[in-house]
């Protein structure tokens, strides 16, 4: 079991990741949920000359050039609900070739087919 503290004025509070997987985001939005909210507020006050679509597909190429598998499935669904096609978010994935070569592509793009499968699957069964 991995423990962390904190020094927050008197008090130490002990964190324990027994039951996380050591994931970032989950320790974030549990103990640092203004850290996000704040790094979400910027992002929403970027691109703003663009439509929804155009910047959250944007978003996702600029997320596979860092090869993150977990940003890249966090970006689908919101490229999703602002309307675009799996055909768009596939073309987007491509689209960052010359940057992140084909075995970057080729790296990602499993998550990101899965990613697209999960969202119809889950249309299919809301139907």
């Keep these: ?12 509070e002990k964190y324990s990741f027994k039951d996380y997987d050591v994931d970032g985001l989950t320790f974030l939005m549990s103990n640092r949920k203004e850290v996000v909210k704040s790094y979400q507020k ?23 050039t860092t090869q993150q598998p977990e940003a890249v499935k966090i970006v689908i669904p919101k490229a999703l609900k602002a309307g675009a096609s799996s055909d768009e978010i596939i ?10 070569g084909l075995t970057g592509i ?3 793009l499993p ?5 697209l499968k999960k969202h119809q699957d889950m249309t299919k069964e809301g139907s």
Excluded: C, W
């Design 91 to 100: 073309d987007s994935v491509i689209l960052t070739t010359p940057i992140v």
């Design 106 to 108: 080729i790296k990602l």
């Design 111 to 115: 998550k990101v087919l899965d990613e």
């Design 1 to 12: 079991m991995i423990k962390f503290y904190k020094n927050r004025g008197s008090a130490m």
């Design 42 to 64: 910027l992002i929403s006050t970027l691109g703003e000359h663009l439509d929804d679509k155009t910047r959250i597909l944007i978003t996702l190429a600029l997320q596979v």
